[in-house]
């Protein structure tokens, strides 16, 4: 069997997961993020793999019965009567996650890519993995939130476990608590939950406090890395590289998993924080490099957040498969060499749809030199800084 170094995932019908016109979770950054990766020349469209839409018994391994029939229900294109009530219930009702028609398959689908994704890793056939579509970490067993109906890493996570007997670290990098996956997994010690998000008390979802480490014998297989707003790139990857590698060191997985939420950047309207397009460029290299002395090289990358769908999302998602497949252009935009442009053909062919092309970045990097400086910031790294010494210690 010839093994790939990297396969990308992507289901077209993950781009139906569209809740309405307005929220802010927007499937386009999808089409432009692979758009990118296309007219930079560092993915063909024959290289994209279509996986296997998620059966109802695999979604069942994670997420309750009643639960998954009622977003069948309620994915209906005329719900069942009592369709408010079944939606209150099952955290489907609020403008945050509201139920939709065609729900179930538009998930279903991303729970297939997630799940393709890590048994193409774990069973030889590539090295590593990237499913874009993927990485909704809010979900629970028996109820949706944040965006976020069917919980893929985690079903990719139970067949891994379940079938392979593995010990799989899952990172999340997203500015919002990975609460979903590490609940599933909170009392197990053979997953290993890594979040580092801006911290509980200003942002949803008000949980990954440095003290929610594990329950019975999942005890220390959860660390939380919780950091204050405003925090900016030199603090953000200070705290991400010295905890990470702490607990890799300490746990010595068999695979990881890691979720690329990129709402931590200061252009994103949904958090506090103020970081820009580096941290994306670099965070990939280091889960990399843990892969590779710790996993044999074996990786899976999920998408996850982010909500400035223009400036960004395709920039930062691009970052992650040039990671996995070790493309010249990560080299080529290091924060010391010169600004390398995006290629034009795609700023024409987005600018229209981000409203012009104003809207659009220039260049992979951001150019950080005239954005104002946090006036807390000695403060703001101080305070980060004590915090992963909490968590080492612990």
């Given amino acids: 069997m010839t093994t790939a170094n990297a396969v990308f995932i992507h289901h077209p019908g993950s781009e139906l997961y569209k809740f309405h016109e307005h929220h802010p979770f927007n499937p386009i950054r999808l089409q432009s993020s692979i758009d990118l990766l296309i007219r930079c020349g560092a993915l063909n469209k024959d290289q994209i793999v279509v996986p ?45 996650t509201p139920y939709f028609q065609g729900m179930h398959d538009a998930t279903a689908a991303i729970v297939g890519g997630s799940v393709y994704a890590a048994e193409t890793v774990m069973s030889g056939q590539a090295t590593r993995a990237f499913h874009m579509a993927g990485g909704l970490h809010h979900a629970f067993p028996h109820r949706g939130a944040g965006f976020c109906i069917y919980n893929d890493a985690a079903v990719a996570i139970r067949r891994i476990q379940r079938k392979y007997g593995a010990r799989i670290m899952y990172i999340d990098t997203d500015v919002h608590h990975g609460d979903g996956v590490q609940w599933v997994f909170y009392d197990d010690d053979s ?68 979720q690329h939420g990129c709402d931590a950047h200061a252009l994103d309207p949904l958090s506090h924080m103020h970081c820009s397009m580096r941290i994306y460029r670099e965070m990939p290299l280091i889960i990399r490099d843990l892969a590779d002395r710790y996993t044999e090289g074996r990786w899976v990358a999920l998408g996850g957040g982010g909500y400035d769908i223009w400036r960004v999302v395709p920039r930062a998602w691009s970052y992650v498969w040039l990671a996995l497949t070790n493309n010249p252009i990560v080299a080529q935009t290091a924060p010391e060499a010169a600004p390398v442009p995006l290629p034009a053909d795609w700023t024409a062919a987005w600018s229209n749809a981000a409203g012009g092309v104003d809207e659009l970045p220039v260049h992979w990097l951001d150019s950080t030199d005239e954005w104002t400086p946090m006036p807390r910031r000695s403060a703001i790294r101080e305070t980060n800084e004590q915090t992963c010494s909490r968590v080492l210690h612990q």
């Fill in 52 to 96: 296997t839409i998620a059966d109802e018994q695999t979604i069942m391994t994670v997420h309750r019965e009643d639960y998954v029939r009622t977003v069948r229900q309620l994915s209906e294109a005329k719900p069942v009567a009592d369709a408010a009530a079944l939606a209150d219930a099952f955290g489907l009702s609020d403008d945050d």
């Fill in 191 to 258: 997953v290993f939950t890594y979040s580092i998000h801006e911290t509980g008390k200003f942002l949803f979802p008000g949980t990954g406090f440095v003290h929610e480490r594990g329950v019975d014998a999942g005890v220390g297989a959860c660390m939380n890395v919780p950091l204050e707003p405003y925090t900016e790139d030199d603090s953000w990857l200070h705290s991400f590289r010295t905890t990470v590698e702490a607990a890799a060191r300490m746990f010595k997985p068999d695979l990881i998993v890691s």
